[in-house]
């Protein structure tokens, strides 16, 4: 009688543990694969706060310091003063490059 309580507990026991990696081991891979997103989203939240920042601080520039806003002016759109001449510095290798091309 000893040994059939015995070999009962041990199938409860199997049966229970067989449910238990059936069960519950998606759900921790679940939990585990939302929680490497949740901090992949957490510092794509955090590169895109300093980059909203740093646009801020460029456009507070723009808006308020003259200097600066020459400054971009002159380089992103070749721009120039009044009554300035630009000169265009043409390296050897672009003019080499460009008659490789035609």
Do not use: C, H, W
């Not at 238990?20 to 998606?26: E, G």
């Not at 891979?29 to 939240?45: C, H, K, M, V, Y």
């Amino acid at each position: 009688m000893a040994t059939a309580k015995k070999s009962i507990t041990i199938i409860i026991f199997s049966v229970l543990a067989v449910l238990f990696v059936v069960f519950i081991t998606p759900k921790l891979f679940r939990i585990r694969g939302l929680q490497e997103r949740s901090n992949n989203l957490d510092a794509e939240t955090a590169r895109l706060r300093a980059e909203g920042a740093a646009l801020e601080a460029e456009l507070r520039l723009l808006r308020d310091d003259p200097v600066y806003l020459e400054k971009v002016a002159r380089e992103k759109f070749n721009k120039a003063k009044e009554g300035e001449i630009v000169y265009r510095v043409v390296r050897e290798s672009d003019t080499n490059a460009g008659k490789k091309a035609s």
